[in-house]
C-alpha cells in the first residue's frame, strides 16, 4: 500500500501537529518498510514571504508486509524507487528511513545531492561514520546501547554472551560493536547465532537448538520487531526459558510490547525473566499532552482501544520540527536555496529513474551545519548533537518483564552508568561510572529467580572437561600417571578434586595424560594445548609466570614457588687444606717462641698462633679469605646466590620442561651453553656431587618444593644459596575467559580457610628428614666468635693437655737438678730454724723452677749429662764426689 499525503501548511505548528502524530502513528503501528519524508521547496514560492516557514511536504508511506517485500534485494531495489522519483524535485532534506539496511543505500543519494538525511529510526552505528557525511541520526545509536548492555554483563560478572541477531546491515553492526565493548570489559561474545530477515519458525528453532550447546547462558537478542517473538516462543518449547538462563533483549522488544496498548498475558509469561532496553525519554508536560492527544485521535480512528506508542514516534515528531527550526534558522540568517545540476548523473533509458533530473542542494553543507548546531528542548529531551552527529546524553531504560509487564530495574547513561535515579538528575554531577557507584534493582530471573545465575553451563554435548596433566618422570609425588579410577594421582590432583567437590554443581571430567613418559614434557607446549582449544584446563606443578598468564587464565595459586639455588653443605678437602694453612707458623707474635723453644712446646705455641690470627681477623673484620671458604656454614661451591652464579662461566642444572631454562636465558641473559637440563632427582645429585670441572654442576635452578625435596631425599648434604629470586606459585590453568577459573579460585581459598590444603600437603609431602632451606640474611653470612666455637674447643683441650704435661716436665726436670746439686750437703742448717728454713727451702724451689724454665731443654739436657758422667768418673775414683764440684767445673 503507497499513502500520498501533499500537506500544504502557512505556520507548521498549527497545522501540522494532528495530522503528522496521526500519519506518522499509522505508519508505525503497521508493519512498515520504509518511512520517507521528502521537504521540497515550491519552485514558484517567493522566498523572501516565509512566515515563518510555508513549505510543500510531500509524505509517501511505504507498508507492506516485510517477508515478502525483504525476499530479494532485486524487490527492495524496486520499492526503492518511488521515494527516489519523489526526489527528482527540487530537495533541500530528507527524513527517514525506518531502516538502517535502506539507510545505508539512501545516504548515497543524500552524499551526492548534498541533501541532509535525518533519521529518527535507523540505529546501525556505521551509518555514522565518515562515509556518510550528510546522515543524521534524530534517536540515538546502537553504539550507546551496546554499551550499556556490555556494561550490565559486567555489572553481574559474566564473562561470555552469546549473540542472537537478524543477519542484515542492522543485527552484524551492531553485534559488531557488542564485541568491541564486551572485550573492553574482558568478556566476549563466545557464539554468534544468526537468522535470516523473516526467518519461520522452524530456523528459528534451529538455530537455537544449535545455541543451546554452547557453555555460555547469556543471551543477547539484537533483532527486528517482526520475528522478535517468535525466538521466545521456540525458546520456551526447546526449555531455554528456565532458571540459570539470562535473555537480554535490545530496544526492539519494548518497541513492540509499547506500541500494543493492552499487552496479552500469554506473551507476558512467555516473556518473564527478560531483561530489556529502551530509550530512555524523560516524562514531561509536553510528552504527556503529546500521549493524551495520540490517545485521542486514535480512539476515534479506531472506534476501540488505543492503540500503544512507543519512542520512535516522538523521535519522528521531533524529527520533523527539528527539520522545520533549522529552515526557520537557515533563512534568519540571510542564506538560500539554490539548485544545479550534477554531471556525474546520467540519462537512463531504461529505468524509471531519471537521474539526470536530480539537483545538487548547493547550500546542503551550510544547511546541515544549521541543524547540526540546534539545541532546544522537544518531546524526547534535549536536542543537541556532538561532534560525530550522535545525540548527546545518551540513556536507556533498564526493564524487567514478569506477570505484572514491564518493570524498571534502573537507567543507564554514559554520564554516571547504572542508577535507580532518573539520569537528568545526575547530570549536574561529575561523571562517575566507577564499580562502587552502580546501582540497580532487584531482577526477577527466568525460571523466577531472585539470584543471578552464574551465566554459564555445560554444554548439553556430552562432552566432558578435558584436562591435560604432566606426565612427570621426577617428583611423581605431585603428579603422575596411575591406574586408579582418574588414571592420574598426586599433590595437585587431590586438590583439583576437593576444588571440585566444592562447586555447587556437577563437573564431569576426563584427565588425559600428557608426555611420553620419557622425559618431563614442556610446560610451556602444554599451556599451548590449552590455548589452543586441544585442553580445557591444565592441571598440575604448572607455574604461574607472565607470558603463561597472556594465553590463558589461572586460578588463585595453591602453593607458592619460587626458584632457588642449591649447593654443597658440607667439609672437604679444600677446607681442610685451609685449615691446614691456618695452622702453619707464620707472622705473629709466637712463631719465634715455637721455633725456638723445644719440640713439646711446639704444638702448645702453634695452637696459640691459630688463636692469635682468628682473634685477628675476626675482630679487625678482615675475614673475606673466611668468607668465602665458610659462605653458608662451610660450602665447598663459592657460590653465594644467583649474582655470583650469572658472574660465573660454570655450569647450571636445571629441571626437564620447567620454565627455569626460559627465565635465565631470556630474562637473566645466562647463555644456553652454561645450562644443562637434568631428568631426575638421581641426576641432580649426580650432577652436584662431581661439580663443574668434573662434567657436573656449580648450582642448580629450580622451584622451591622440588628443591625442598631433593634436600630432604640427601639427608640435607645440601642447602640453597642466597634468597629465592621469583616470586611465583602454582595454579592451575584455564582457556581465557572460563567462568570455571573464578569458580575454582574460590573453592581454592575455601580450602585454605579449612585448613584442607595443609592436609593435603602433609599426605603428599612430608619428608624423612627436615633440612634448613636457605640463609638469606646478611648477617647470617657474617663470621662471629659463635661461628668457631668447635675450633675453639678443640685448642682449649689441646692447650690443656700440653700445658699439663709441660707443667709435669718441668717440675721433673727442676726436681731432679736439685737433687743433684744437694747430694749429701749436711742440713744442719735446715734444722736450726724449721720454720725460716722451710720458707727458704719453698723460696729457692720456686726460683729453682723459674730458674729451670728459663734455660733450654738442650742446656739441661748437656747439664744432666755432664753430671751424670763425673759422678760416674768420681764413684770409680774415690766413691763420691760432691755434685757442687761438678758444677763448678
Given at each position: 500500500m503507497e499513502l500520498l499525503v501533499v500537506i500544504r501548511a502557512g505556520l507548521v505548528e498549527k497545522v501540522f501537529q494532528e495530522t503528522l502524530l496521526l500519519l506518522l502513528g499509522h505508519a508505525l503501528s503497521t508493519s512498515v518498510l520504509s518511512l520517507l519524508m521528502i521537504l521540497s521547496l515550491e519552485e514558484q514560492l517567493n522566498r523572501r514571504l516565509w512566515r515563518p516557514l510555508t513549505t510543500l511536504m510531500l509524505i509517501r508511506v511505504f507498508s507492506g508486509e516485510p517477508s515478502s517485500i525483504l525476499s530479494s534485494m532485486t524487490q527492495t531495489a524496486v520499492d526503492l524507487l518511488a521515494p527516489w522519483e519523489v526526489m527528482e524535485n527540487k530537495v533541500v532534506a530528507a527524513i527517514g528511513p525506518q531502516y538502517s539496511g535502506i539507510g545505508h543505500i539512501i545516504s548515497y543519494v543524500a552524499n551526492e545531492l548534498h541533501v541532509p538525511l535525518l533519521s529518527f529510526?535507523?540505529?546501525?552505528?556505521?551509518?555514522?561514520?565518515?562515509?556518510?557525511?550528510?546522515?543524521?541520526?534524530?534517536?540515538?545509536?546502537?553504539?550507546?546501547?551496546?554499551?550499556?548492555?556490555?556494561?550490565?554483563?559486567?555489572?553481574?560478572?559474566?564473562?561470555?554472551?552469546?549473540?542472537?541477531?537478524?543477519?542484515?546491515?542492522?543485527?552484524?553492526?551492531?553485534?559488531?560493536?557488542?564485541?568491541?565493548?564486551?572485550?573492553?570489559?574482558?568478556?566476549?561474545?563466545?557464539?554468534?547465532?544468526?537468522?535470516?530477515?523473516?526467518?519461520?519458525?522452524?530456523?528459528?528453532?534451529?538455530?537455537?537448538?544449535?545455541?543451546?550447546?554452547?557453555?555460555?547462558?547469556?543471551?543477547?537478542?539484537?533483532?527486528?520487531?517482526?520475528?522478535?517473538?517468535?525466538?521466545?516462543?521456540?525458546?520456551?518449547?526447546?526449555?531455554?526459558?528456565?532458571?540459570?538462563?539470562?535473555?537480554?533483549?535490545?530496544?526492539?522488544?519494548?518497541?513492540?510490547?509499547?506500541?500494543?496498548?493492552?499487552?496479552?498475558?500469554?506473551?507476558?509469561?512467555?516473556?518473564?525473566?527478560?531483561?530489556?532496553?529502551?530509550?530512555?525519554?524523560?516524562?514531561?508536560?509536553?510528552?504527556?499532552?503529546?500521549?493524551?492527544?495520540?490517545?485521542?485521535?486514535?480512539?476515534?480512528?479506531?472506534?476501540?482501544?488505543?492503540?500503544?506508542?512507543?519512542?520512535?514516534?516522538?523521535?519522528?515528531?521531533?524529527?520533523?520540527?527539528?527539520?522545520?527550526?533549522?529552515?526557520?534558522?537557515?533563512?534568519?540568517?540571510?542564506?538560500?536555496?539554490?539548485?544545479?545540476?550534477?554531471?556525474?548523473?546520467?540519462?537512463?533509458?531504461?529505468?524509471?529513474?531519471?537521474?539526470?533530473?536530480?539537483?545538487?542542494?548547493?547550500?546542503?553543507?551550510?544547511?546541515?551545519?544549521?541543524?547540526?548546531?540546534?539545541?532546544?528542548?522537544?518531546?524526547?529531551?534535549?536536542?543537541?548533537?556532538?561532534?560525530?552527529?550522535?545525540?548527546?546524553?545518551?540513556?536507556?531504560?533498564?526493564?524487567?518483564?514478569?506477570?505484572?509487564?514491564?518493570?524498571?530495574?534502573?537507567?543507564w547513561s554514559n554520564h554516571t552508568g547504572f542508577s535507580v535515579e532518573p539520569p537528568e538528575t545526575l547530570y549536574s554531577k561529575p561523571p562517575n561510572t566507577s564499580a562502587e557507584h552502580q546501582r540497580l534493582n532487584g531482577i526477577i530471573w527466568p525460571g523466577e529467580v531472585t539470584k543471578p545465575p552464574r551465566g554459564w553451563a555445560f554444554p548439553d554435548n556430552g562432552e566432558p572437561l578435558k584436562i591435560g596433566v604432566p606426565h612427570r618422570v621426577s617428583y611423581k609425588n605431585y603428579v603422575s600417571k596411575d591406574n586408579n579410577s582418574l588414571g592420574v594421582k598426586g599433590y595437585c590432583i587431590d586438590i583439583f578434586e576437593a576444588a571440585i567437590q566444592l562447586i555447587p554443581y556437577p563437573v564431569p571430567r576426563t584427565y588425559i595424560v600428557y608426555g611420553d613418559g620419557r622425559r618431563n614434557p614442556s610446560y610451556d607446549n602444554l599451556i599451548s594445548e590449552v590455548a589452543a582449544n586441544n585442553f580445557d584446563v591444565a592441571v598440575g606443578d604448572v607455574t604461574i609466570v607472565t607470558n603463561r598468564t597472556k594465553f590463558v587464565d589461572f586460578t588463585q595459586p595453591f602453593m607458592e614457588s619460587g626458584l632457588v639455588v642449591p649447593s654443597f653443605g658440607f667439609l672437604n678437602t679444600a677446607l681442610m687444606k685451609s685449615f691446614v694453612d691456618l695452622l702453619g707458623v707464620k707472622s705473629s707474635p709466637f712463631?719465634?717462641?715455637?721455633?725456638?723453644?723445644?719440640?713439646?712446646?711446639?704444638?702448645?705455641?702453634?695452637?696459640?698462633?691459630?688463636?692469635?690470627?682468628?682473634?685477628?681477623?675476626?675482630?679487625?673484620?678482615?675475614?673475606?679469605?673466611?668468607?668465602?671458604?665458610?659462605?653458608?656454614?662451610?660450602?665447598?661451591?663459592?657460590?653465594?646466590?644467583?649474582?655470583?652464579?650469572?658472574?660465573?662461566?660454570?655450569?647450571?642444572?636445571?629441571q626437564d620442561g620447567a620454565f627455569a631454562y626460559k627465565y635465565l636465558v631470556n630474562e637473566l641473559n645466562i647463555p644456553p651453553s652454561r645450562i644443562i637440563s637434568l631428568k631426575d632427582e638421581e641426576e641432580y645429585l649426580s650432577a652436584l656431587q662431581l661439580g663443574p670441572r668434573a662434567g657436573g654442576v656449580a648450582a642448580i635452578v629450580d622451584k622451591f618444593p622440588y628443591i625442598k625435596a631433593l634436600l630432604s631425599n640427601s639427608n640435607c648434604k645440601f642447602r640453597t644459596v642466597g634468597p629465592e629470586f621469583t616470586r611465583t606459585g602454582w595454579g592451575f590453568a584455564f582457556q581465557r575467559d572460563s567462568p570455571l577459573a573464578v569458580d575454582m579460585s574460590t573453592a581454592i581459598l575455601q580450602l585454605s580457610d579449612e585448613g584442607k590444603l595443609e592436609n593435603i600437603r602433609k599426605k603428599w609431602l612430608t619428608y624423612s628428614h627436615e633440612c634448613s632451606m636457605q640463609i638469606a640474611d646478611t648477617e647470617n653470612y657474617q663470621i662471629t666468635v659463635q661461628s668457631f666455637w668447635g675450633l675453639f674447643l678443640i685448642c682449649g683441650i689441646v692447650w690443656f693437655i700440653v700445658l699439663t704435661l709441660f707443667c709435669w716436665k718441668v717440675i721433673w726436670q727442676c726436681q731432679r737438678l736439685r737433687t743433684e746439686e744437694e747430694g749429701d750437703e749436711v742440713r744442719a742448717s735446715e734444722e736450726a730454724s724449721s720454720s725460716r728454713a722451710g720458707r727458704s727451702l719453698r723460696a729457692a724451689s720456686f726460683k729453682d723452677l723459674i730458674r729451670v724454665v728459663d734455660k733450654r731443654e738442650t742446656e739441661i739436657k748437656e747439664m744432666l749429662k755432664l753430671k751424670s758422667s763425673k759422678k760416674l768418673k768420681a764413684s770409680q775414683s774415690s766413691g763420691e764426689t760432691p755434685l757442687e764440684n761438678s758444677l763448678d767445673t
Open positions: 529510526a535507523a540505529t546501525d552505528p556505521t551509518l555514522s561514520s565518515l562515509q556518510f557525511p550528510y546522515f543524521l541520526r534524530t534517536t540515538q545509536n546502537d553504539y550507546f546501547q551496546m554499551n550499556s548492555i556490555a556494561d550490565f554483563v559486567s555489572y553481574f560478572r559474566w564473562r561470555e554472551v552469546v549473540a542472537i541477531f537478524v543477519d542484515d546491515e542492522y543485527g552484524r553492526n551492531g553485534i559488531s560493536v557488542l564485541g568491541d565493548a564486551l572485550a573492553k570489559k574482558r568478556a566476549k561474545i563466545s557464539y554468534k547465532a544468526a537468522f535470516t530477515p523473516g526467518a519461520d519458525n522452524s530456523s528459528i528453532t534451529d538455530v537455537l537448538a544449535s545455541v543451546n550447546l554452547m557453555e555460555s547462558r547469556i543471551f543477547v537478542v539484537h533483532v527486528n520487531p517482526d520475528s522478535g517473538l517468535n525466538i521466545f516462543s521456540a525458546a520456551k518449547s526447546l526449555g531455554m526459558m528456565g532458571s540459570g538462563y539470562v535473555w537480554i533483549a535490545t530496544d526492539w522488544l519494548l518497541t513492540a510490547l509499547d506500541s500494543v496498548e493492552t499487552m496479552d498475558p500469554k506473551t507476558m509469561d512467555l516473556l518473564q525473566g527478560v531483561v530489556a532496553f529502551r530509550h530512555y525519554i524523560p516524562e514531561s508536560n509536553n510528552k504527556r499532552r503529546f500521549k493524551g492527544r495520540w490517545k485521542n485521535l486514535r480512539s476515534k480512528e479506531s472506534s476501540g482501544g488505543a492503540d500503544g506508542f512507543n519512542s520512535y514516534a516522538m523521535y519522528a515528531y521531533d524529527t520533523v520540527w527539528l527539520v522545520a527550526r533549522a529552515l526557520e534558522v537557515f533563512f534568519s540568517d540571510g542564506n538560500t536555496v539554490t539548485f544545479s545540476s550534477d554531471p556525474n548523473l546520467r540519462k537512463t533509458n531504461d529505468s524509471n529513474i531519471k537521474l539526470s533530473a536530480l539537483n545538487v542542494f548547493n547550500e546542503g553543507e551550510r544547511f546541515l551545519q544549521v541543524i547540526h548546531e540546534m539545541n532546544y528542548t522537544g518531546l524526547t529531551g534535549q536536542i543537541e548533537f556532538d561532534s560525530e552527529k550522535n545525540r548527546k546524553n545518551p540513556a536507556y531504560d533498564i526493564l524487567n518483564i514478569n506477570n505484572r509487564g514491564p518493570q524498571r530495574v534502573g537507567y712463631s719465634g717462641l715455637a721455633s725456638q723453644r723445644c719440640s713439646s712446646l711446639r704444638v702448645f705455641f702453634s695452637l696459640l698462633n691459630v688463636i692469635y690470627k682468628l682473634s685477628f681477623l675476626i675482630f679487625r673484620g678482615e675475614h673475606g679469605d673466611l668468607t668465602s671458604i665458610l659462605t653458608v656454614q662451610q660450602l665447598t661451591s663459592r657460590i653465594e646466590g644467583m649474582d655470583s652464579l650469572i658472574a660465573s662461566n660454570e655450569p647450571i642444572g636445571v
